[in-house]
């Protein structure tokens, strides 16, 4: 198991950027496939971001594509999402999942989850 905490979410103008963090516990968080989701009011979760074990493979859905970037230091049990050139439609609760197998598009497919952290771009 691996347990999951996000930080980094606050309120950003548009235009701005940051950085999330997800923290992971255990000794084995460098074997599990990463993602980020989030989640808008009345909105079912989407995908994000999803990177390797190893972090030599990322993908991306194409509302954030070219805009977003996400890494992982292993040492530090620790995956980011550094976003930048926000826009008030990225607004929403940002999640980290974890799964042994690559991560699903579909959100209730992946096993391990965070409590989430509030992304606002408003100016």
């Known amino acids: 198991q691996v347990q999951l905490v996000e930080s980094g979410g606050g309120l950003v103008q548009p235009g701005g950027s940051l950085r999330l963090s997800c923290a992971g516990s255990?000794?084995?968080?460098?074997?599990?496939?990463m993602g980020w989701f989030r989640q808008a009011p009345g909105k079912e979760r989407e995908f994000v971001a999803a990177?390797?074990?190893?972090?030599?493979?990322?993908r991306y859905s194409d509302s954030v594509k070219g805009r977003f970037t996400i890494s992982r230091d292993n040492l530090k049990n620790t995956v980011y999402l550094q976003m930048n050139s926000l826009k008030p439609e990225d607004t929403a609760v940002y999640y980290c999942?974890?799964?042994?197998?690559?991560?699903?598009?579909?959100?209730?497919?992946?096993?391990?989850w965070g409590q989430g952290t509030q992304v606002t771009v408003s100016s």
């Open positions: 990177i390797t074990p190893g972090g030599g493979s990322t």
């Open positions: 999942a974890a799964d042994r197998a690559p991560i699903a598009d579909k959100w209730n497919d992946n096993d391990y």
């Open positions: 255990g000794r084995t968080f460098s074997r599990y496939y």
